[in-house]
């Protein structure tokens, strides 16, 4: 596996990711790329100025996986968006591969922070189904795994909850909000 630039010339490997965006978010998450135009749109966003996108490619030239960057607060922080590995290939270490190589990239451009959201928009944690307003924090301290929700993944590479949007994505499904400095 190498991970390289997201090439905005090569419409083969655009395409591929595309696809993977579709299927890696079906089961948790059906709206956010519901069809292969919205996925494309979200990847050519991808290519702007002020972004990184960087893909994981096998020996056949195959899309593993893909992360991007956005960049926020003029350079301090960066987002990471989106995170997505073919299914097939969870679980082998590319997710981890590709986000160690985004936080180089934001280092080597003088960025701080790593911010990211990991909605909850399917029950997968104790966060969701719930009016989290009366005792928000109190929630977050007490976070638990349903369902193989995404945060445990991101903690184990060292972010950290620093905030929570409920109903971000109706009502009962919280945006989960994590942070991670690639310089302390």
């Known amino acids: 596996m190498h991970i390289v630039d997201l090439s905005s010339d090569n419409e083969s490997v655009i395409r591929q ?28 966003e991808s290519l702007a100025a002020g972004r990184i996108s960087r893909v ?21 922080v960066w987002e990471l968006h989106p995170l997505v590995v073919r299914v097939s290939q969870q679980g ?6 590709l986000v160690a190589d985004l936080e180089g990239r934001v280092k080597e451009r003088g960025g ?10 399917t029950q997968q944690t104790t966060l969701a189904g719930i009016n989290l307003f009366p005792h ?13 929700h995404p945060y445990e993944f991101y903690q184990k590479l060292g972010y950290v909850i620093v905030g929570v949007m409920p109903d971000a994505n109706g009502l009962g499904k ?7 400095s690639v310089v302390r």
């Open 17 to 44: 990711v595309a696809m993977l965006l579709v299927e890696g978010f079906a089961a948790n998450w059906p709206e956010a790329w519901p069809d292969l135009e919205s996925a494309m749109e979200e990847v050519r």
């Open 56 to 76: 994981a490619l096998d020996e056949h030239r195959t899309v593993l996986g893909w992360v991007g960057g956005i960049s926020q607060y003029r350079g301090h």
């Open 92 to 97: 082998k270490g590319i997710g981890r591969a």
């Open 112 to 121: 701080l922070t790593i911010t990211l959201g990991t909605d909850d928009v």
């Open 136 to 148: 928000l924090w109190e929630h977050v301290t007490h976070i638990k795994n349903l369902k193989r």
């Open 174 to 180: 919280p945006d989960i909000l994590m942070a991670k």
